[in-house]
């Protein structure tokens, strides 16, 4: 029987609030499916499963708080079938005591069978939840029941209205939690991550020049921003110097294969957040926009994916927009480095001893000294300022 | 009322929409109209190119890149619009 355990969604996010079920007992789950969307304190993140398996019980209501890594739901293997696995004991759940830590304390397997087996998918209402739910408009194919055989009783019903409204009335904290999200992820990084910073002056006349021309060319519903350009340096550099790309868990780097870069969006409303976009290396520039127009909607719309939470190898943040001339940027635990840039903005620059005037920007990079070293980043920061010369190639 | 005057108010009814699906919070009575616009606004590149698609959307004229410049205040905006959509 597969566990399917509430992800980590990035390291600012330690638990979340079931918000709603996307599957139901029975459904077949592929990999990368949608099968819960849960509140953080910065969006509705829709949580994807990477394993495949049948539905078999739903083991956290809607509107329960619940911590990282406890089990959400048991998904049925390839050749299990309801008769040959047991039901999770309700006490396994994290029930009414959101604050009680289960972190990642997996449910036995072997629990005792306390309740029968449950011998079919179908689920036991009992007939005053039902009406119950009804008149509430509350999905009871979504709920957890705690009756026996999985049963679903007035209680749970009574108990998911509870939590909706709990959910609803906690809406105008949403700002003070973000907050503390942040300071949390930032402390730790200031604590942890002994950064060291460097920035590079990045001539940008070939980068504009090659931009203007290629827009010119397009609609307006297709042209591409400086940024989608920024990102594929920085990721085409990340290639040649991995270093700067993964995580530092359990006292080492762990360098990742894939480039998945974290971009930083400001919200309206206040706040940040940088999910990522994958495979940045390996997508075209009108890819990369298209990619980059969606998540920033998304991200302002509060309605994110978890692999996009969870898995940035690297952040990029461009304050430029801002009028900001250089970022000094603290990371984001667990990855290992950032990279900053500014506005673009003509300066004095001299070329072959003439004295001429060059749009440039500084692009900064904040990096972990547990993993590199400043020659290193210093490389990698050259080797993104000389993507930026070529733009043709990105 | 005459003409222009109409199609101004109806300009400025069609900015200011679209500028609220890009920044909700934005009162019409805030905006300082001879002010530049995205610096009151807090639109970043992408919100402007957004903000730009739907005008063009709305209002089907095209804004080339090359004319941003141009494109500092709410009445260079209005300005623009008018000559491009009559």
Not at chain 1, 9 to 31: E, F, N, Q, S, Y
Not at chain 1, 273 to 283: L, N, Q, R, Y
């Amino acid at each position: 029987m597969i566990e399917f355990k509430l992800p980590s969604l990035g390291a600012d996010m330690d638990k979340g609030t079931l918000l709603r079920w996307a599957i139901r007992p029975g459904d077949a789950v592929k990999r990368g499916q949608v099968v819960a969307v849960v509140d953080t304190s910065k969006a509705a993140v829709d949580v994807e499963s990477w394993q495949e398996g049948v539905v078999f019980e739903l083991l956290v209501q809607p509107g329960e708080t619940i911590e990282v890594g406890t089990v959400l739901a048991t998904l049925l293997e390839a050749g299990e079938t309801p008769e040959t696995v047991k039901p999770t004991a309700p006490k396994e759940r994290t029930d009414k005591a959101p604050d009680v830590s289960v972190t990642s304390t997996p449910a036995p397997l072997a629990a005792p069978p306390a309740a029968p087996i449950a011998t079919s998918l179908r689920r036991r209402v009992s007939p005053a939840a039902r009406k119950h739910a009804q008149e509430q408009g509350i999905d009871i194919e979504a709920l957890a029941g705690t009756g026996p055989d999985g049963a679903v009783t007035l209680q749970d019903v009574q108990q998911a209205a509870e939590l909706r409204t709990q959910a609803q009335a906690a809406a105008p904290d949403k700002q003070a939690q973000m907050r503390k999200a942040i300071a949390a992820a930032m402390s730790r990084s200031k604590r942890e991550i002994p950064h060291y910073y460097l920035s590079e002056t990045v001539p940008m006349r070939k980068a504009q020049e090659w931009l203007a021309a290629s827009n010119e060319k397009r609609s307006i519903t297709e042209r591409l921003l400086m940024a989608t350009l920024q990102l594929k340096a920085v990721a085409l550099a990340l290639k040649k110097y991995p270093d700067m790309n993964g995580f530092y868990l359990n006292g080492m780097h762990q360098p990742s294969q894939a480039i998945h870069i974290g971009v930083a969006i400001s919200l309206r409303q206040g706040g940040l957040i940088a999910p990522a976009i994958h495979e940045v290396a390996e997508k075209s520039l009108d890819q990369l926009m298209r990619d980059l127009t969606d998540l920033v909607r998304r991200a302002r719309a509060g309605s994110l994916r978890s692999s996009e939470m969870s898995d940035p190898t690297l952040t990029v943040t461009n304050l430029g927009d801002q009028g900001v001339d250089t970022v000094y940027g603290v990371i984001y635990p667990p990855q290992v480095a950032l990279v900053g840039f500014g506005r673009i903005r003509e300066m004095p620059w001299v070329t072959d001893g003439a004295l001429c005037v060059m749009p440039a920007m500084t692009a900064s990079l904040a990096a972990d000294h547990r993993v590199s070293d400043g020659h290193y980043g210093a490389l990698f920061l050259a080797e993104v300022r000389e993507r930026l010369q070529r733009p043709e190639q990105l | 009322m005459d003409e222009p005057a109409m199609e101004q108010q109806e300009l400025l009814a069609a900015v200011v929409s679209t500028l609220k699906s890009i920044a909700p919070e934005v009162e019409e009575s805030d905006l300082v109209a001879d002010q530049p616009l995205r610096a009151q606004v807090d639109l970043d590149s992408m919100d402007w190119l957004n903000f730009l698609i739907g005008l063009h959307d709305k209002l089907k004229v095209d804004i080339p890149e090359s004319d941003y410049a141009r494109l500092r205040t709410l009445n260079d905006l209005l300005d623009y619009l008018r000559a491009k959509v009559t």
